[in-house]
């Protein structure tokens, strides 16, 4: 009876086996098919991005620990387009791989999720577990940005360094794109020429950048707004510029940690870099691609955060920001349903925001 019973079971072995393996193999199967189907749908994907992302809004206030959740929720949304942008680039042969695109991706998924990091080391180990978190990634953060620059040859670090794709772009018409091509071709003739053997793409001398900042690499086109422009490693003031901008987060926690959070001194400081970076790229503006120009324009921008910046904040934007806040929602109709929540929650985020050395 129990030789009978050995034979049955080695015959039908557990269905629950079975079914983890069917599971596993299933699992590069599912992968292709998600593949496959973000590369033929962007628009819907980003719709379905946009969705996710506006549920780390809603969740806030409304369960235990909301904050946490809905940064949570938020930063798995920004990973998420991260990573379907990543397979629509690669389906598509959208950008040639370049020797620093690995450390990009590990920087933007670092800005993704460093105020979720954060709040969770608060959470667990109090203020002191913050700063170390705080002081560890922008420690980080700075050495990977100089990397970039210096020895990938980065023409300047865009926020976050790899940018969300403009999905309804890649959808343009045919003709479009061949426009596009023969412009890029005219301007790549304008700084090279073609070895007639091998075809090899050459830079013309006169279009060359200094020795010290050449990156010895083959040319190649980046595309920006349907605009093809061939980009050079940041040389003289725009150099300084950079590494101003960099080291901004640094200089600005040392102050901190010397005067404290309740000073004008790091506050200050921080201005005074970001005004220096700001002024040396605009003594350059016409060396600068339209890349570049955006993401300096995206800096000017980003002064008016100071205004929302302890201690420039606690001392004179947070009453009238209430003010205002508190006036649209008795004057305006249905305006309290989107003021009244503003109100009490901009405190939260202007303390977990607006940090002065986030950049």
């Keep these: 009876m129990n030789t009978f019973e ?3 079971s080695a015959a039908n072995p557990p269905k629950s086996g079975n ?13 292709a098919s998600y593949k496959k189907w973000i590369a033929e749908n962007p628009i819907k994907a980003s719709d379905y991005e946009v969705t996710i992302k506006w549920i780390s809004y809603f969740v806030a206030g409304r369960i235990n620990n909301s904050h946490i959740v809905s940064e949570l929720v938020y930063c798995l949304s920004n990973l998420l387009v991260l990573f379907n942008d990543r397979i629509i680039r690669s389906e598509k042969n959208l950008e040639l791989p370049c020797s620093g695109d690995t450390l990009k991706v590990w920087l933007t998924v670092l800005e993704y999720c460093e105020v979720l990091l954060e709040l969770t080391a608060r959470q667990v180990w109090g203020t002191r577990g913050k700063w170390l978190i705080v002081v560890s990634i922008q420690v980080f953060k700075c050495i990977s940005r100089l990397l970039l620059v210096c020895k990938h040859k980065e023409t300047i670090i865009q926020h976050p360094p790899v940018q969300v794709l403009m999905r309804k772009q890649i959808m343009i018409p045919q003709a479009t794109e061949t426009a596009a ?8 003739d304008s700084v090279s020429f073609n070895l007639k053997r ?14 010290h900042v050449r990156n010895w690499r ?15 490693a940041l040389a003289g003031q725009q150099l300084i510029a ?33 005004l220096g970076s700001i002024q040396l790229y605009k003594k350059g503006d016409k060396r600068l691609t339209s890349k570049q120009k955006m993401e300096v324009s995206r800096r000017y921008i980003g002064l008016l955060l100071y205004l929302l910046r302890s201690p420039f904040y ?29 109100i009490k929650y901009v405190p939260f985020w202007q303390s977990n925001y607006f940090y002065m050395w986030s950049t």
Aim: hydrophobic share 40%; aromatic share 8%.
């Design 6 to 8: 050995c034979q049955s």
């Design 19 to 31: 079914k983890m393996t069917t599971m596993l193999l299933s699992l590069p199967e599912f992968y």
């Design 181 to 188: 091509a023969e412009v890029a071709q005219a301007q790549m």
């Design 198 to 211: 091998s075809g090899k793409i050459i830079r013309k001398v006169d279009a060359s950048p200094p020795i």
């Design 218 to 232: 083959s040319l190649h086109r980046t595309q920006f707004d349907n605009e093809q422009t061939i980009e050079q």
């Design 242 to 274: 950079e590494t101003l901008y960099i080291v901004k987060p640094i200089a600005h926690l040392c102050a901190l940690g010397c005067f404290g959070d309740k000073s004008w001194k790091p506050f200050l400081l921080s201005l005074l870099i970001d």
């Design 314 to 342: 606690d001392r004179y934007s947070r009453r009238r920001i209430a003010a205002i806040l508190n006036s649209l929602s008795k004057n305006v109709p249905f305006a309290n349903i989107i003021c009244l929540p503003l």
